[in-house]
């Protein structure tokens, strides 16, 4: 297939499936989104979701980069302490969601993604493929972690908030780690965010100067937008913000 953008959606096929498991490691129950002919794949996609789960909005996200031809799994962030968390976007599916984000740590992040990873690379039509990470907020921060897996090629962090302070299990901050990352990262935030003020946007800036050998760094900051702004069902969605976020999401995937 053509690396130029798909210009109508495609036929697709989604659903629930569990990865095959492996003893000692939890249960990965995933969204499976890819294109009906899997002659139209162009590369796979590992998504991670926000706190609160693989809900519709995030499936919807899964289903939406099938139709312009990638196979993506949605894989759950939280599988050891609840493994199909959906949670609706209010104060206590935030405090819910946040109460499993404090007992995740790196190692287990990694090891659930080199599984998922693993898997794509089996499917029929990906083999070859390169594989991109997407995350949104929590899932952002996490998707720089698992931006340092060989694999990996592309990354794009939507508004993972506190890499620069923080990095789950504990350790040094998560963007100590961007000079580890083998392959492309992008940083896609509002400029408004609460959740990411100037000093953390200024932090991240700073760890995406050019590297000199063709790899893509670049925080991408969305005018007036604040936190969680691809998402139509939150209260900060911003339509002119999304609009960037999705074009910048899909050209960058192009490129694979």
């Known amino acids: 297939m053509s690396r130029s953008a798909v210009s109508r959606p495609l036929p697709i096929a989604s659903g629930w499936l569990s990865l095959p498991p492996v003893p000692g490691e939890p249960q990965l129950r995933c969204w499976w989104s890819r294109p009906d002919d899997p002659r139209q794949l162009r590369s796979a996609v590992l998504l991670l979701p926000e706190v609160f789960g693989l809900n519709a909005w995030v499936r919807s996200v899964a289903d939406r980069l099938a139709a312009a031809g990638y196979g993506v799994l949605a894989m759950p962030i939280f599988a050891r302490t ?18 499993h984000r404090d007992r995740l740590s790196a190692a287990d992040c990694l090891a659930d993604a080199r599984r998922a990873i693993g898997w794509l ?32 090629a592309l990354t794009c962090d939507f508004y993972g908030a506190r890499v620069s302070s923080f990095c789950p299990g504990g350790g040094p901050p998560t963007l100590t780690r961007v000079p ?60 002119a913000a999304s609009a960037l976020g999705w074009r910048t999401l899909l050209q960058a995937l192009a490129g694979l």
């Open 82 to 99: 609840a493994p199909a968390l959906q949670l609706a976007y209010d104060a206590s599916g935030l405090d819910e969601g946040r109460s």
């Open 121 to 152: 690379q089996q499917q029929p039509g990906l083999e070859t493929r390169a594989v991109a990470c997407v995350g949104f907020c929590f899932g952002g921060h996490l998707a720089m972690l698992v931006a340092t897996l060989p694999e990996v």
């Open 180 to 239: 580890r990352i083998p392959g492309d990262l992008l940083c896609i935030c509002g400029d408004q965010d609460p959740l990411m003020p100037p000093e953390e946007l200024q932090a991240i800036a700073s760890a995406l100067e050019p590297t000199g050998d063709g790899r893509l760094r670049q925080l991408v900051l969305a005018p007036g937008a604040g936190h969680g702004f691809m998402c139509e069902a939150r209260p900060d969605f911003d339509a």
